[in-house]
Antibody, heavy 122, light 108 residues
């Protein structure tokens, strides 16, 4: 069965960096796009970034462009989110999620991990 | 980028029908997907491509999409349906995934 396990969250000071990982199993990782979605405490879902199946295309929400980088290692079936210059407003649970369709088209997110909490605070 | 709007809350008695809307300009021209999120849990896809259900999702949950409004309909509402529901689209003009603000379904 599909499993997505996030790790790397924690407490970090504003301006510092953190790297999240999402280990995937149970499906052909290398043919699916992968997403990061976050949810601030008590708030709704906010999409953060997507990476295509081969890593050639990456898209970001405007609020993280230039600060966050999504990447993947198909040999390790893992997707990453490098977060630099963190701000207090980046505090959230970060979920990784698998795209529904194989290939390059972004559709919907059919499997989600349980999330990892990132707290940005001095 | 594209904006989709949901009502913050919907309340319904057990056994009745709940309708949760997702509004956006000409949203009927794109595919809409719906997620259920119970407290403390990750979101779960419940309807995709306007009206299809993933395996394991009961037929009581259904979707429609036309004009400027997409709708998630939950028939014969049960206590276990109490959750937050989010609609989602892919905005191909901005290359962004867009979520609605979410609707809290309360079962009275």
């Amino acid at each position: 069965q599909v499993q997505l396990v996030e790790s790397g969250g924690g407490v970090v000071q504003p301006g510092r960096s953190l790297r999240l990982s999402c280990a995937a199993s149970g499906f052909s990782f290398s043919v699916y796009g992968m997403h990061w979605v976050r949810q601030a405490p008590g708030k709704g879902l906010e999409w953060v970034a997507v990476i295509s199946y081969d890593g050639s295309n990456k898209y970001y929400v405007d609020s993280v462009k230039g600060r966050f980088t999504i990447s993947r290692d198909n040999s390790r079936t893992t997707v990453y989110l490098q977060m630099n210059s963190l701000r207090t407003e980046d505090t959230a649970v970060y979920y990784c999620a698998k795209d529904f369709n194989p290939g390059a088209t972004v559709t919907n997110l059919d499997y989600w991990g349980q999330g990892t909490l990132v707290t940005v605070s001095s | 980028s594209y904006v989709v709007t949901q009502p913050p809350s919907v309340s319904v008695a057990p056994g009745q029908t709940a309708r949760i809307t997702c509004g956006g300009y000409n949203i009927g021209g794109t595919s809409v997907h719906w997620y259920q999120q119970r407290p403390g849990q990750a979101p779960v896809l419940v309807v995709y491509d306007d009206s299809d259900r993933p395996s394991g999702i009961p037929e009581r949950l259904s979707g429609s999409n036309s004009g400027n409004t997409a709708t998630l309909t939950i028939s014969r509402v049960e206590a276990g349906d109490e959750a937050d529901y989010y609609c989602q689209v892919w905005d191909s003009r901005s290359d962004h995934v867009v979520f609605g603000g979410g609707t809290k379904l309360t079962v009275l």
